[in-house]
């Protein structure tokens, strides 16, 4: 992180052949999430120490997926790092999409990043792409509701307890409901958050000879599951809300449980952000028993598309942004419930760090998902809350669809297994899967 830019420009051939006034300037694609808006707000300090200007395109998750996925297959270069994550890095470095991250300084000390991350965005053992957070899912629930109803929440709870829970902290006049949960379409947001919980109850997407799975009743129970709780206990147009509509509900006040990604404890607990602050307590994502809980893992993390222009400042801003001195940097100004979490094992032996009230059942959440044994009965993919084949984010988006059209009261769950289980059988068959 401390050479110059030059040092930087000779370890790699594309960077020897740029010319200074091409490296001033790095285009990066980002999710707009909190901790990517964060980041953007240090960027001034990375370009008074670099020289290198930063420009940001900032989209919402599933336009993201969309622009940067159209972007590098068709090698449109539009930007010199693309925010991406645990499904498309391992296929996109083995079509060569990406640059290896295999020269990264001694000082970044790339043996840190937690196994469970650097695993999940290596293909054949090169790194393609440096965690910027990890994270799991969990439970986000009120302590102040869940004592109200006499309740008291376990560490491991059942999808049962959470339900009844959930029924028992709803409070309509009041605009409290008892969960708030994704129903929003895309493979990434509804539909990551359906199949982690459906591994939880004995689903999986392929059986070993690669037939869609939609018309088990594992699938059936998931989705009944789902749709009589969010009707119960959910708030009025779920099938529309994603990660940040669900962020926003929890922090106003107006949600008892939210399971979702561990990354948003640091905004729930954040005084300034959540009038709930004070009264958040946490627990591991749900189980049914079966032996799989119904969390997922993932890394939002920063990749350069091979080809572009600006390698060795891409780099450079990679290196910067995914530090230890970075995670310093955060918790300097803004404490250490707020730094990047999930993807360096140091932070998790700092004691400062180990304080944070969510710290621990973040670690324990990434830890218990195991990507390569997911489901209650094997299955032939690689992924927790996805499929790792290409074909999975064009099958799983259109699915998605079809669920939160159930959300949205516009057909019937045994509709929408159906025609699940046809697409995906149509469009397996037509990838020479079966």
Avoid at 58 to 81: C, P, W, Y
């Amino acid at each position: 992180m401390k050479n110059s830019i030059r040092v930087l420009m000779g370890a790699c051939a594309l960077g020897a052949l740029a010319t200074a006034s091409s490296a001033e300037t790095i285009t990066i694609a980002t999710v707009n999430n909190g901790d990517m808006i964060r980041m953007q707000g240090y960027t001034d300090q990375f370009t008074a120490k670099t020289g290198i200007d930063v420009e940001w395109v900032t989209l919402e998750e599933n336009v993201l997926r969309q622009r940067v996925t159209t972007d590098i297959s068709t090698k449109g270069g539009a930007f010199d790092i693309m925010t991406i994550g645990m499904y498309e890095t391992p296929i996109w470095g083995a079509n060569g999409w990406l640059v290896p991250l295999d020269d990264l300084s001694a000082e970044y000390d790339v043996d840190d990043i937690l196994p469970a991350m650097a695993g999940g965005l290596s293909h054949d053992g090169t790194l393609y792409a440096a965690p910027f957070y990890g994270e799991s899912s969990m439970i986000m629930y009120r302590t102040d509701l869940m004592e109200k109803a006499g309740l008291e929440m376990p560490a491991a709870p059942t999808w049962e307890f959470v339900r009844e829970a959930a029924a028992a902290m709803t409070d309509r006049d009041a605009d409290i409901n008892g969960i708030c949960l994704r129903g929003k379409a895309g493979w990434g947001e509804g539909g990551a958050f359906i199949t982690a919980m459906s591994n939880s109850f004995g689903a999986r997407w392929f059986d070993m000879d690669w037939n869609a799975q939609f018309d088990t009743d594992a699938w059936a129970n998931t989705l009944n599951f789902f749709v009589g709780m969010m009707n119960e206990s959910g708030p009025a147009g779920y099938a529309t809300n994603g990660f940040n509509e669900n962020l926003s509900l929890f922090q106003q006040g107006k949600c008892g449980m939210w399971i979702d990604a561990t990354v948003a404890a640091s905004f729930v607990t954040n005084p300034a952000e959540s009038t709930v602050a004070d009264s958040v307590g946490f627990a591991l994502a749900p189980d049914t028993g079966l032996g799989k809980r119904s969390n997922w893992l993932w890394a939002w993390a920063l990749a350069i598309p091979a080809g572009t222009q600006q390698e060795a400042a891409a780099k450079q801003f990679i290196e910067w942004a995914t530090s230890k001195d970075y995670i310093e940097l955060v918790a300097e100004n803004e404490g250490w419930a707020n730094v990047p979490p999930g993807a360096r094992t140091s932070l998790y032996e700092n004691p400062n760090y180990i304080e944070v009230p969510f710290a621990q059942m973040t670690l324990d959440s990434i830890l218990s998902a195991d990507p390569n044994n997911s489901t209650v009965e094997p299955s032939p993919y690689v992924g927790v809350q996805f499929a790792a084949i290409p074909e999975f984010a064009g099958i799983a988006t259109e699915v998605s669809q079809e669920f939160s059209a159930v959300y949205a009261g516009q057909q019937t769950v045994e509709e929408a297994l159906a025609k699940a289980q046809a697409l995906t059988n149509d469009a397996m068959e037509a990838a020479g899967y079966r």
